[in-house]
């Protein structure tokens, strides 16, 4: 309808230019989250992607990201509804990256069909890593009884509360490498020719955006509004697609646009959710000094 009365109503009353829809996808890439605290996943991405990629009118989708990663099976849901998305609409896929974009945040990035970074972007960080912590003798010192009672042999691997054992940390290792093969694969498929001939790439470490130029990672150095105008020319319009609002007029919890807050009210925010995911959260960002 939108398209229709463009071209009925008379030339001085048009806007002029190209309305590019742009979405942008921040926080860690996880279930759960709420308002104050927002992070990534499908469930509250899909829709926001379901509206940007129905602008007929508009020749590309315009993303820009800003995560750390997160949940590997997340990441790669998100990816592929965008990839889905631009195929059946037929639209192409820019991605312009913003702090960061590594690990989950960097496979979601493989999703457009160009990547423009900063010079002082992080990139990168394609691995597998999991965390946690052992209190096998804490336990012993307080006088506490770990009682478990299981049917399967492996009910209880890496159990914090009991000590380490070699064949669980066997089996987790192989776990993560079959993740991290797919998302080798991943790169390999979407980044082609233009990776560089360097075996660090696929080692977990990250990268500035520029380094990232030069290793293929991604296509160039560009700002979202800067590259959209020389490309599509000066009068091109960014129209930024929210999440959706509540009966109230209230964003509904998702697609965020926050700036760097402070830790302590992120943790008081995230309190009701669990203070682990909100620290969980607050960890992946600062390992790229974020």
């Not at 900063?118 to 597998?128: F, L």
């Not at 930024?240 to 830790?263: D, E, H, Q």
């Amino acid at each position: 309808m939108a398209g229709l009365l463009t071209r009925i109503l008379p030339k001085r009353f048009r806007k002029e230019g190209i309305a590019i829809p742009v979405v942008r996808l921040q926080g860690a890439i996880m279930t759960g989250g709420g308002q104050f605290r927002p992070t990534l996943n499908l469930a509250n991405t899909a829709p926001v992607l379901e509206r940007a990629f129905a602008k007929k009118d508009a020749p590309v989708v315009a993303i820009s990201i800003n995560s750390p990663g997160g949940s590997p099976v997340q990441s790669r849901l998100i990816y592929q509804r965008i990839r889905a998305l631009a195929e059946e609409k037929n639209k192409r896929v820019l991605m312009f990256v913003e702090d960061v974009a590594a690990s989950g945040g960097y496979m979601i990035a493989l999703a457009g069909d160009e990547i423009f970074v900063d010079p002082t972007s992080i990139v990168g960080s394609i691995g597998v890593v999991s965390g946690g912590f052992g209190f096998p003798e804490l336990l012993q010192k307080i006088g506490v009884e770990r009682r478990v009672y299981t049917a399967g042999e492996n009910k209880v691997i890496l159990d914090p509360f009991q000590p380490e054992k070699e064949s669980d940390i066997e089996y987790l290792k192989s776990l993560q490498l079959d993740i991290h093969k797919v998302f080798i694969d991943m790169v390999k498929s979407r980044r082609g020719e233009r990776l560089a001939d360097d075996e660090t790439i696929f080692s977990g470490l990250f990268w500035t955006g520029q380094r990232g130029v030069e290793l293929g990672l991604v296509d160039g150095i560009g700002e979202i509004r800067d590259v959209l105008k020389r490309r599509f020319g000066p009068k091109t319009r960014l129209e930024l697609v929210g999440s959706a609002r509540g009966l109230l007029g209230r964003r509904l919890p998702g697609i965020a646009s926050l700036s760097n807050t402070n830790i302590g009210a992120e943790i008081a925010s995230g309190a009701a959710a669990g203070l682990a995911s909100t620290l969980e959260e607050r960890a992946l960002w600062s390992r790229y000094g974020l």
